[in-house]
T-cell receptor, first 114, second 112 residues
């Protein structure tokens, strides 16, 4: 299996621009998680989905952030408009129902907002 | 507020010098404590899950233990390839809650 795939791996954008991060979970996994990692705050859960349905988005910082999962093999995290404080590494992770507590992380997207 | 605190923030060891990393937690209704390893530029990689006080798990040179207030990750005779950041996380009780709350990690450097 290819593991969790994220794109792009690096993104540099200017403040005010829209940013879209993409994730392909491991095939057959039922849960998908979006995390953000910074030096100051560590790894924080933003939102997670079960069978493509958002379950808990309480970690989403504000309305500028939105996430979708249109099907079992694709999810997006969108920031509009982006701000410098959004600069971080964004990880996507997935897990399967039979072993839902073992999360498999993707390589992350390093976002820099200038 | 639930908290997960890891110490030390950074640790340098000589190859073969055994030591322990600490993860202390103040959560209500612990449903699992997790250890992950993160290499630079990569996502965290799952190592262990512990569910109850007294439980231990081992993998190669690593052994994780759990008490009611903290977990230790013991590293026996480390090698340079064990250098990484080690993260612990907790899952708390709650209907449908599969959230993990992570500590900030311990950066381990093993010097040849």
């Amino acid at each position: 299996d290819a593991g969790v795939i994220q794109s792009p791996r690096h993104e540099v954008t200017e403040m005010g621009q829209e940013v879209t991060l993409r994730c392909k979970p491991i095939s057959g996994h039922d849960y998908l998680f979006w995390y953000r990692q910074t030096m100051m705050r560590g790894l924080e859960l933003l939102i997670y989905f079960n069978n493509n349905v958002p379950i808990d988005d309480s970690g989403m910082p504000e309305d500028r952030f939105s996430a979708k999962m249109p099907n079992a093999s694709f999810s997006t995290l969108k920031i509009q408009p982006s701000e410098p404080r959004d600069s971080a590494v964004y990880f996507c992770a997935s897990s399967k129902l039979a072993d839902q507590e073992t999360q498999y992380f993707g390589p992350g997207t390093r976002l820099l907002v200038l | 507020e639930d908290q997960v605190t890891q110490s030390p923030e950074a640790l340098r060891l000589q190859e073969g010098e055994s030591s322990s990393l600490n993860c202390s937690y103040t959560v209500s209704g612990l449903r699992g404590l997790f250890w992950y390893r993160q290499d630079p530029g990569k996502g965290p990689e799952f190592l262990f899950t512990l569910y109850s006080a007294g439980e231990e798990k081992e993998k190669e040179r690593l052994k994780a233990t759990l008490t009611k207030k903290e977990s230790f990750l013991h590293i026996t005779a480390p090698k340079p390839e064990d250098s990484a950041t080690y993260l612990c996380a907790v899952r708390i009780s709650g209907a449908g809650s599969y959230q993990l709350t992570f500590g900030k990690g311990t950066k381990l450097s093993v010097i040849p």
